[in-house]
């Protein structure tokens, strides 16, 4: 299917597990994101990637690791879980131009207990 | 820090009224957009305002970019169930930047 998918759609871990939030995408965007999203914050940057192996740390990286092999995927991983990090993750995707306009995955929904 | 704050942060109406939702910062932005998420999906793209003083129309939303780009409204004309959602305006700093900065998001529901 053509677009931006995100797997799981929900997970629930245990804190202190390693757990990776996976992000495809079929456009061939050059740009990736990863957000999180929590009430009173709308969506706060965690990192994103301008091309295949190139990332850079968003507004709040901390406990957070990313990796880009390949232009379409762009997987996202908690190290060590932390109750903190319970939230809706979304990953999005852009060309560079057209004022950034973001294309949004589904989200995946965390729980860590 | 929160540079976009949006107001209010929840709006309950009935269905044929109009509102407005404003976004606003301290900051100047080269371009900002809007967008709507509804419930387990991701945010989709309204629009995106270019220019200070611009107006958009979009059916029966109309979006404008404040006179010295550091603010946007979004009103909505008629309000219709189907407008349920969250509202999030983006900012870009410079047209070539890597990032937007979201707002804090406006939360609308329309009840028939």
């Known amino acids: 299917d053509a677009g931006i998918t995100q797997s799981p759609r929900y997970k629930i871990t245990e804190t202190g597990r390693q757990v990776t939030l996976m992000c495809h995408q079929t456009?061939?965007?050059?740009?990736m994101f990863w957000y999180r999203q929590d009430l009173g914050h709308g969506l706060r940057l965690i990192y994103y990637s301008a091309a295949a192996d190139i990332t850079d740390k968003g507004e709040v990286p901390d406990g957070y690791v990313v990796s880009r092999s390949k232009t379409e995927n762009f997987p996202l991983t908690l190290e060590s879980a932390t109750r903190s990090q319970t939230s809706v993750y979304f990953c999005?995707?852009?060309?560079?131009?057209?004022?950034?306009?973001?294309?949004f995955g589904p989200g995946t929904r965390l729980t860590v207990l | 820090t929160q540079l976009l704050e949006q107001s209010p942060q929840f709006l309950s109406i009935q269905e044929g009224e109009n509102l407005t939702v404003y976004c606003n910062s301290s900051s100047v932005f080269s371009s900002l957009q809007w967008y709507r998420q509804e419930p387990g999906e991701g945010p989709v793209l309204l629009v995106t305002v270019v220019t200070g003083g611009e107006v958009k129309k979009l059916k029966r939303l109309t979006f404008q970019f404040g006179d010295a780009r550091k603010d946007s409204s979004l009103h909505i004309t008629a309000a219709q169930p189907g407008d349920t959602g969250l509202y999030l305006c983006a900012g870009a700093k410079t047209y070539n930047t890597d990032k937007l900065i979201f707002g804090t998001g406006t939360r609308l529901q329309v009840f028939p």
């Open positions: 456009w061939s965007h050059s740009y």
């Open positions: 999005a995707s852009t060309w560079r131009g057209n004022y950034n306009e973001q294309f």
